[in-house]
């Protein structure tokens, strides 16, 4: 199975702030990778595909890059709804696997 | 517009089944493959199975291999998992989601997910 690793597990930022976050594969994955966005009590929110799309409706102060084994997740000029924990996912093979998650909090 | 329903979440023992479903409108349910995934309580998320969009082709994760079998009926518009020999490590809320493109069953994303159902494994 395809290990997903994210860094750092948790974050605390400010609004206004950007950060980013990495997620690393144990196996080359080419481009198949997405991030999820989950707030408390609610179900994960798919934000990017193919590493680097976007999904419909999801706004451009959100952006992916990456390629292979390594992945970062951008988030800019961060508001108070940006705050929640964020999933990795490779869909390169079965099982897909899903990193541990990325908690950002407020500073 | 897309929307994803589960049910059939609740308490049950340990060693028993359940069933859960997944009511899909709002896209043609019969060319897309679907998803569960759970997420036990404070943890993170767990990919759990996949069906293609025809029933042909199905995975399962290893931890629910040989217990859990996921099905569905085009007819109803309905995924299910049925979930057989449950124990507490299987307490979690399970997600349906669909996959992002029509008759592919490799290489595409999940986009929509269901609000989620509960199941508790407890005595």
């Known amino acids: 199975d395809i290990q997903m690793t994210q860094s750092p597990s948790s974050l605390s930022a400010s609004v206004g702030d950007g950060v980013t976050i990495t997620c690393r594969a144990s196996l080359g994955i080419s481009n198949y990778l997405a991030w999820f966005q989950q707030k408390p009590g609610k179900a994960p929110k798919s934000l990017i595909y193919?590493?680097?799309s976007l999904q419909s409706g999801v706004p451009s102060k959100f952006s992916g890059s990456g390629s292979g084994t390594d992945f970062t997740l951008t988030i800019s000029s961060l508001q108070p709804e940006d705050f929640a924990t964020y999933y990795c996912?490779?869909?390169?093979?079965?099982?897909?696997?899903f990193g541990q998650g990325t908690k950002l909090e407020i500073k | 517009q897309v929307q994803l329903v589960e049910s059939g979440g609740g308490v049950v023992q340990p060693g028993r089944s359940l069933r859960l479903s997944c009511a899909a409108s709002g896209f043609t349910f019969s060319s897309y493959g679907m998803h569960w995934v759970r997420q036990a309580p404070g943890k993170g998320l767990e990919w759990v199975a996949v069906i293609s969009y025809d029933g042909s082709n199905k995975y399962y994760a290893d931890s629910v291999k040989g217990r859990f079998t996921i099905s569905r009926d085009n007819s109803k518009n309905t995924l299910y998992l049925q979930m057989n020999s449950l124990g507490s490590e299987d307490t979690a809320v399970y997600y349906c989601a669909k996959k992002d493109t029509a008759m592919v069953f490799y290489y595409c994303a999940l986009d929509v997910w269901g609000q989620g159902t509960t199941v508790t494994v407890s005595s």
């Open positions: 996912q490779q869909y390169n093979s079965y099982p897909y696997t």
């Open positions: 193919a590493a680097s």
